[in-house]
């Protein structure tokens, strides 16, 4: 069964770094894009970054381009975020997300786009 895994939440300050993983699991067969979207309070859930498995090639949402990383292991079953500077804004809960129907090309893409999802993990930022 295909499971992704989500990894790294937790309590962070402003200013502060945060990285979080996602493992998958149970796929048979190579993945074509894997994302990191994130849902805050009130709000509708957001494409953070997203990886293409293949290559390597990497989007942003454009509410975060410059203050985050998006990578994959060289197995390409793990995906990393890492935000550099940790703002309030984002204080969310966290999803990983995967397709093996066509590799997005244009951006991020939409929560429609991938078929797999992980449980989430909740980020908090506090001082």
């Known amino acids: 069964q295909v499971q992704l895994v989500e990894s790294g939440g937790g309590s962070v300050q402003p200013g502060g770094s945060l990285s979080l993983a996602c493992t998958a699991s149970g796929f048979t067969g190579s993945t074509k894009s894997m994302a990191w979207f994130r849902q805050r309070p009130g709000q509708e859930r957001e494409g953070v970054a997203s990886?293409?498995?293949?290559?390597?090639?990497?989007y942003y949402g454009d509410s975060v381009k410059g203050r985050l990383t998006i990578s994959q292991d060289d197995t390409k079953n793990t995906i990393y975020l890492q935000i550099h500077v940790v703002k309030p804004e984002d204080a969310a809960m966290y999803y990983c997300?995967?397709?093996?129907?066509?590799?997005?090309?244009?951006?991020?893409?939409?929560?429609?786009?991938?078929?797999?999802w992980g449980q989430g993990t909740r980020v908090v930022v506090s001082s």
């Open positions: 990886i293409t498995s293949e290559t390597g090639r990497t």
């Open positions: 997300a995967a397709t093996q129907l066509g590799t997005i090309v244009i951006g991020v893409g939409v929560e429609a786009s991938y078929e797999y």
